[in-house]
């Protein structure tokens, strides 16, 4: 049921790739799961600009099967690595089409040693496919909004009995 709410903010997704722009009608859909909008209001435009999954789950997919077709030297550590720091710069990424590829150039390059061709191939594949991932984020970003309101809905309700 939660899902099939979601499904105007994923297909508003899927057309704008922005999850700014999705802000909205995500709201809308939240507030329609239950989400007090107090919670919604703060958590779903908080999410649109930090919580990007689905860029992280394309970028890192897209990086390992680009430095798989071209022979790169694939080392775990060093990709775990990339990872984390990939974690951190999608915080500061925007959720505009495209921006979370952008902020992830200087790490692709500097961390696996991504040159100008593999950074053009890279914006290629996550541009093809941003759409995607972008209905992953705020699809997510629904679902975070429910846990935080189930959170302080039960944290309040124990605060009233104690």
Known sequence: RLLA???????TALGTSSSAATIPVTLKQTEKNGVSSAIAGFVVPLCATIHLSGSMLKIVACAVALMLMT???FDFGAFLGFILMLGVMMVAA?????GAIMAALGVLSSMLGFGQSEQALMIALYITMDNFGTA???TGDGAIAIVMDRFFNKKSATLATA
Do not use: E, T
Request: charged share 0%; net charge neutral; aromatic share 12%.
């Open 5 to 11: 709410n979601m499904m105007p903010a994923y297909f």
């Open 71 to 73: 022979g790169m030297p």
């Open 94 to 98: 925007p959720g505009v089409p495209g």
């Open 136 to 138: 992953c984020n705020v």
